[in-house]
């Protein structure tokens, strides 16, 4: 079991999940964040942080969400971005690169309490 970031991240990027990992685990992707499916303990404090709520452990995702296992997975594997296992995440090495699920996806934009007043 691991947790994975699902859809709810792309175009967000709170970021604060990466501040609370004791292992440096979460990696910045150019549209969205992914966790390291091997680097990660399961300790739980990024799902606590995460303002959009897009943190699961994988043996707990909705059918929706499912293909995110996969993603966060996937990310990491040479052929898909090349990353392979880099050992932990800093703010110094931020990536363009995507799952091609995520760089496909459309824009998340969610609309904000103080837009929605305005209009």
């Not at 947790?3 to 970021?15: M, T, V, Y």
């Not at 990024?46 to 995110?68: H, K, L, M, N, T």
Request: charged content about 25%; overall charge negative.
């Amino acid at each position: 079991m691991a947790l994975i970031i699902n859809a709810a991240c792309i175009d967000i990027k709170d970021g604060e999940c990466t501040a609370v990992c004791p292992v440096d685990c979460i990696y910045e992707g150019a549209r969205m964040f992914y966790i390291h499916p091997t680097e990660c303990i399961e300790c739980g404090l990024c799902e606590s942080v995460c303002p959009v709520d897009a943190i699961r452990y994988d043996d707990e995702v909705s059918p929706q969400e499912a293909i995110y296992v996969d993603v966060n997975r996937e990310y990491f594997e040479d052929a898909v971005t090349g990353l392979g296992s880099p050992g932990g995440w800093d703010r110094t090495m931020p990536t363009d690169k995507d799952h091609p699920l995520v760089t496909a996806a459309p824009p998340n934009n969610p609309v904000t309490a103080e837009q929605g007043e305005k209009e």
